[in-house]
């Protein structure tokens, strides 16, 4: 792996988007309502989870974690 391809890696987030199933790598974002906002998404309609544990708005990011994004919002 080249050191542009390193540093691509180290600043950028893993992203598992329920319930569309899709995934993402995106830029690193500073906090889970900065990830929400780049997914377009408002923080009373998603939850941001990280290893198992919820994050709140204002809970760090850091590079090459792996996060779940489900959305919570009712469809009908």
């Known amino acids: 792996m080249s050191t542009k391809d390193t540093a691509q890696a180290t600043s950028t987030v893993s992203v598992f988007l329920q319930p569309e199933e899709k995934e993402l790598t995106l830029p ?7 990830l929400l906002q ?9 939850l941001v989870a990280r290893e198992g544990e919820l994050l709140t708005p204002d809970r760090a990011i850091y ?3 792996q996060l779940l994004v489900r959305k919570v919002t009712s469809s009908g």
């Open 63 to 65: 590079a090459g974690d």
């Open 28 to 34: 690193r974002p500073k906090n889970a309502q900065q």
């Open 38 to 46: 780049a997914l377009g998404l408002r923080a009373c309609t998603a």
